[in-house]
Nanobody, 125 residues
Framework: QVQLVESGGGLVQPGGSLRLSCAAS????????MGWYRQAPGKQRELAAR???????IYADSVKGRFTISRDNTKNRVYLQMSSLKPEDTAVYYC???????????????????WGQGTQVTVSS
């Protein structure tokens, strides 16, 4: 009923920039929290940046000052602008949404913990 689809990944040189986009599809009424996580080869999935339920932003220390998360609530989209990219930013980036209210037939449903399929970001010269 609810799907997250990421786009915008690719290969970029160190110091370059990329912008990731995530679109939530379905008959969505509201999304409480959205964000981005990443998983590098051989490592656990970790937070990159996200919005809290109150609308504040949280960034991993490793990306502060370089990444900016933004959101378009009218389009159920979240973005991640990544600048000054480093080789250690290489990872699969996953979009995340939590507490999603959506319509299923004639009823409203709340679902939790949705993930996209991931988009690869490779930073290399």
């Amino acid at each position: 009923q609810v799907q997250l689809v990421e786009s915008g990944g690719g290969l970029v040189q160190p110091g370059g920039s990329l912008r990731l986009s995530c679109a939530a599809s379905g008959t969505i009424l509201s999304i409480t929290s959205m964000g981005w996580y990443r998983q590098a080869p051989g490592k656990q999935r970790e937070l990159a940046a996200r919005f809290t339920s109150g609308g504040s932003t949280i960034y991993a220390d490793s990306v502060k000052g370089r990444f900016t998360i933004s959101r378009d609530n009218t389009k159920n989209r979240v973005y991640l602008q990544m600048s000054s990219l480093k080789p250690e930013d290489t990872a699969v980036y996953y979009c995340y949404a939590d507490r999603v209210s959506y319509r299923s037939g004639t009823v409203s449903v709340i679902g939790y913990d949705y993930w996209g399929q991931g988009t690869q970001v490779t930073v290399s010269s």
